[in-house]
T-cell receptor, first 113, second 120 residues
Framework: DQQVKQNSPSLSVQEGRISILNCDYT??????FLWYKKYPAEGPTFLIS?????DKNEDGRFTVFLNKSAKHLSLHIVPSQPGDSAVYFC????????????FGKGTRLHILP | EPEVTQTPSHQVTQMGQEVILRCVPI?????FYWYRQILGQKVEFLVS????????KSEIFDDQFSVERPDGSNFTLKIRSTKLEDSAMYFC??????????????????FGPGTRLTVL
């Protein structure tokens, strides 16, 4: 049951360049999307979110883009920094089912010096 | 900055034993959650809790699992008779609100550092 899919298990990006993490979803009833970052031995940390009524949300170096017709969202980090090396989880929640977040499997981002 | 805390960080138990995982949510939060992540797999929702009762649970959350808010600060997950396949990282999360009234930043879930449960 992979309602939220992150097809790239890992990604390496040069420091200072743009990191683009991708996520696809299958359930058109999702109305809220989130990105979490996770360091080893820590819990997921909320990064940024976007409602389905928007197509872009920006917070500092982080921008999330939502393409509802393609059921696709992406997280852009620019410029990438060494501290951005972590696992990034795409997540979604269902309209009227606010309690449950459905996570993707994660993408491990390596920022190269 | 307020944070969700969890104890212990690592729990080792024998199969068939009961374990209680403890969480202290952020103090003004009203919604509480448990998730788990089996090694190499995705983070999975287990249960949500509001107003002293379960509001939603997944198919994973069977009769062996229970949750409780025994006092004003703690939120616990009990596994009555652990199985080998219960070995996982268990994450507690809390949010200030649910989505009644529309999506706002107050329904963002904040996660604790996790408890690694190892069942032998």
């Amino acid at each position: 049951d992979q309602q939220v899919k992150q097809n790239s298990p890992s990604l390496s990006v040069q420091e200072g360049r743009i990191s683009i993490l991708n996520c696809d979803y299958t359930n058109s009833m999702f109305d809220y999307f989130l990105w979490y970052k996770k360091y080893p031995a820590e819990g997921p940390t909320f990064l940024i979110s976007i409602s389905s009524i928007k197509d872009k949300n920006e917070d500092g170096r982080f921008t999330v883009f939502l393409n509802k017709s393609a059921k696709h969202l992406s997280l852009h980090i620019v410029p990438s920094q060494p501290g951005d090396s972590a696992v990034y989880f795409c997540a979604a929640s269902l309209m009227n089912r606010d309690d449950k977040i459905i996570f993707g499997k994660g993408t491990r981002l390596h920022i190269l010096p | 900055e307020p944070e969700v805390t969890q104890t212990p960080s690592h729990q080792v138990t024998q199969m068939g034993q009961e374990v209680i995982l403890r969480c202290v949510p952020i103090s003004n939060h009203l919604y509480f959650y448990w998730y788990r992540q089996i090694l190499g797999q995705k983070v999975e929702f287990l249960v949500s809790f509001y107003n002293n009762e379960i509001s939603e649970k997944s198919e994973i959350f069977d009769d062996q699992f229970s949750v409780e808010r025994p006092d004003g600060s703690n939120f616990t997950l009990k596994i009555r008779s652990t199985k080998l396949e219960d070995s996982a990282m268990y994450f507690c999360a809390s949010s200030e609100a649910g989505v009644a009234g529309g999506r706002t930043s107050t329904d963002t879930q904040y996660f604790g550092p996790g408890t690694r449960l190892t069942v032998l």
